[in-house]
């Protein structure tokens, strides 16, 4: 494993043992809003079987991140590469977006929501679910124990059990990498944890899973690896590696490294970038 | 009873009526269940004040008012989209600005023109009693192809509004869809307008999706359901229009609203 680079100095870390290639490579991503710079030139790999936190202030860019990687926004530079997939194809990665993106109002029920995450890909007309499609949806949500749940409309479940949903459907378009953005927010604490036991289960299968939080409890329990993102790369390695007391700062500021309580004398650095 | 019911068809108009009545109480609320859970409201009360010009050049120059309507309406979607790309105004600035706009018109060019054969009323309140032969297929035409078209693009038309980013990523192209809804939509107000008139056209939108909304849980049950009670509702409202000599767009949307009541009445559904 590995150490952080605090000096914001990205080089490729693998976020795993292994020699094999990495899953997911992401490399040198710069996203710039109108000259003010979102991501400056991150890098990092994920080899299978790895439940990351994404984790930063608000505003640090995680959500850039995650849209640059699903293709949602345009990158100045960069690249991002899942092996032995295609973007533009519903496999390459799956994402579940904030809850604040979804149209409540919509009435889908479970089983639909995860059924539309077997009709991306090649346009078809008239598409009619198959049965295979409807076998494997039943799979997915069978994986996240909302099969019996399958015919309740979407605004009428719970924010874990809409999660769950999502997370079935990310399953049904086959992807490998899944991002999940914000996904424990509106989610009551036991609800949290049940969502970490499933995504723990994936994560098993192989599954590369990615989750952006501005939550910091619990980092250790529920994440194998953590992403410290300030616009750039602050640090990346497990969660009780990453946590150096540079590397706080960077994220939050001197605020930051007090009420965590990791580092004693670094009140006189009192710059807070809220 | 019976006389009351089946009398009013020995005349050929009220046969072509009749048509009109029920592609008009089927379509609408098909693209309605579209229009009430995705905000498009004072979208199409604008798209139907929209295609008031298209309408009158179209009764001015003697074709069917729908040949000009048409390319007028989807005109007026895309110019929506269009401006609030432009100017970065929010679409509703856009849609206002547009709506008031191309309704000003159309009132205009009527009112230039003078002419005896159109009645402004008749384009405002709708007067399905006088659709012509042309009209009807027309009518027919254009419904099919909506329902050809909701049909064949259903389960990505559904991606698109309950999730447009998730749509997205997996490859659906959620802005082609956004316009090819609001063409759609577009379509139906003018097949409408006829019935209903450019002011009502949004009861018929909105309103029978809407009870259905109340009545059924699954989308494509709001849609059928909702198809259902407008065509109940613009066929009341034409046998109002026939035997009390009422305008047939007030007819027919206040029977909608009727049984919109009823049902609001009789349940109401708890949901956030």
């Known amino acids: 494993m590995n150490a952080s680079t605090p000096n914001g100095q990205p080089n490729l870390i693998n976020g795993a043992n292994g020699s094999t290639e990495a899953r997911l490579i992401v490399e040198n991503v710069t ?4 000259g003010f710079k979102a991501l400056s030139s991150v890098s990092f790999t994920a080899h299978d079987g790895n439940l990351i936190g994404v984790v930063g202030p608000n505003g640090a860019g995680k959500s850039t991140l995650f849209n640059a990687m699903a293709g949602l926004q345009p990158m100045n530079t960069g690249k991002v590469r899942v092996i032995g997939r295609t973007a533009k194809h519903p496999d390459f990665l799956a994402y579940v977006p904030q809850r604040e993106k979804i149209n409540w109002r919509f009435p889908a029920s479970v089983e639909e929501v995860v059924m539309l995450g077997r009709s991306g890909g090649r346009w078809r007309w008239f598409q009619r679910p198959s049965a295979k499609d409807k076998e494997y949806v039943r799979y997915c949500l069978e994986r996240v124990n909302m099969w019996i749940h399958r015919t309740d409309l979407m605004p009428e479940l719970s924010g874990g059990q809409r999660q769950r949903v999502f997370i079935a459907r990310a399953l049904a378009q086959e992807a490998h990498v899944f991002l999940l953005d914000e996904s424990f927010s509106g989610v009551d604490v036991g609800a949290q944890k049940y969502l970490v036991e499933i995504l723990r289960g994936l994560r098993d299968d192989g599954k590369v899973i990615l989750m952006a939080t501005h939550d910091l409890t619990n980092l250790a329990e529920r994440f194998d690896q953590v992403l410290c993102l300030n616009h750039h790369v602050c640090a990346y390695g497990p969660p009780n590696e990453v946590f150096t007391p540079a590397v706080l700062e960077e994220l ?12 004693p004398n670094h009140r006189q650095h009192n710059e807070s970038n809220g | 009873m019976a006389e ?5 068809f020995q005349y050929q108009f009220m046969v072509r009526a009749l048509i009109v009545s029920v592609l008009v109480g089927a379509v609408c609320p098909l693209i309605g269940g579209y229009v009430i859970t995705r905000n498009l409201s004072f979208m199409g009360d604008a798209l139907a004040h929209g295609v008031m010009p298209g309408l009158a050049v179209g009764f001015l120059l003697g074709f069917s008012p729908l040949l000009v309507a048409v390319p007028a309406g989807i005109g007026f979607a895309a110019l929506i989209g269009f401006i609030s790309h432009r100017t970065g105004l929010g679409e509703d600035t856009s849609i206002g600005i547009l709506f008031a706009g191309m309704f000003a018109l159309g009132l205009l060019i009527l009112s230039i023109s003078d002419s005896i054969t159109v009645n402004i009323e008749d384009i405002l309140l709708g007067q399905v009693l006088g659709v012509s032969q042309t009209d009807v297929i ?24 309950f999730d447009p980013i998730g749509a997205k990523v997996v490859g659906i192209p959620v802005q082609a869809m956004d316009y090819v809804l609001l063409g759609i939509l577009a379509l139906v107000i003018v097949l409408s307008v006829q019935a209903v008139g450019i002011v009502l056209v949004l009861a018929m939108l909105v309103v029978p999706a809407a009870t259905a909304y109340l009545l059924a849980r699954r989308f494509i049950n709001i849609m059928i ?3 259902a009670l407008g065509v ?3 066929v009341t409202g034409l046998y109002l229009s026939y035997h009390y000599n009422l305008p047939s767009g007030p007819a027919m949307s206040l029977t909608a609203i009727g049984m919109f009541a009823v049902a609001a009445v009789v349940r109401r559904r708890v949901t956030t």
């Not at chain 2, 009351?4 to 009013?8: G, R």
């Open chain 2, 225 to 227: 359901i909702g198809a």
């Open chain 1, 252 to 263: 939050y500021g001197a605020h930051g490294v007090t009420i965590t309580g990791s580092g």
């Open chain 2, 232 to 234: 109940a509702a613009t």
């Open chain 1, 31 to 34: 996203v710039e809003f109108e």
């Open chain 2, 138 to 161: 027309i009518t027919a035409g254009l419904a099919a192809l909506v329902v050809f078209l909701l049909a064949a693009m259903h389960r990505q038309l559904m991606f698109t509004s």
């Open chain 2, 4 to 8: 009351a019911i089946l009398d009013p």
